[in-house]
């Protein structure tokens, strides 16, 4: 069993698709197995997107993720990660597979609806983060 950390992010709450999104992730296999909804601090979104300083979008980016509550989870299944990122579909909803996500909910690159950790080493640094060490 493999754990992934995962957020329905302000634009994907503003318009009422928690219970879709999870639908999905629930009809896939995978297990909530710890979730808190609450609206992040600038802080808490800086260091959790840290690894993107740098890039151009970084402020437009914490400025997104701040505007409104959130749905942190944590789930668990077989190959978690991979299977949780296929399901999400690409970053970009242009280019994500019909039946994702992304595909489905997604408004822009920035406003992608989800989160999904990209290996098992970040989601074990994203489950500490928001989770603490369970
Ligand atoms: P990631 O760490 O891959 O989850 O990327 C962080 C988030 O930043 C993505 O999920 C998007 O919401 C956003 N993002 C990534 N690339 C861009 C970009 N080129 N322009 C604007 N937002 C982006």
Known sequence: ???TFGIIKPNAVQK???GKILTLIEESGLKVVEARMETLTKPQAE???????ERPFF?????????????????????????????????????????????????????NSVHGSDSTAS?????AYFFGDK
Do not use: C, Q, W
């Not at 260091?47 to 300083?53: D, T, V, W």
């Not at 990122?85 to 997604?106: E, Q, S, V």
């Open 59 to 111: 402020g437009s980016l914490v400025n997104f993720m701040t505007s409104g509550p959130v749905l942190l989870f944590v789930l668990e299944g077989n190959n978690a990660v991979e299977n949780y990122r296929k399901l999400m579909g690409a970053t970009d909803p242009a280019k994500a597979a019909p039946g994702t996500i992304r595909k489905l909910y997604a408004d822009s690159l920035e406003a």
């Open 16 to 18: 009422n698709l928690i």
């Open 1 to 3: 069993m493999e754990k």
């Open 123 to 127: 989601a074990a640094r994203e489950v």
């Open 47 to 53: 260091g959790f997107y840290a690894e993107h300083k």
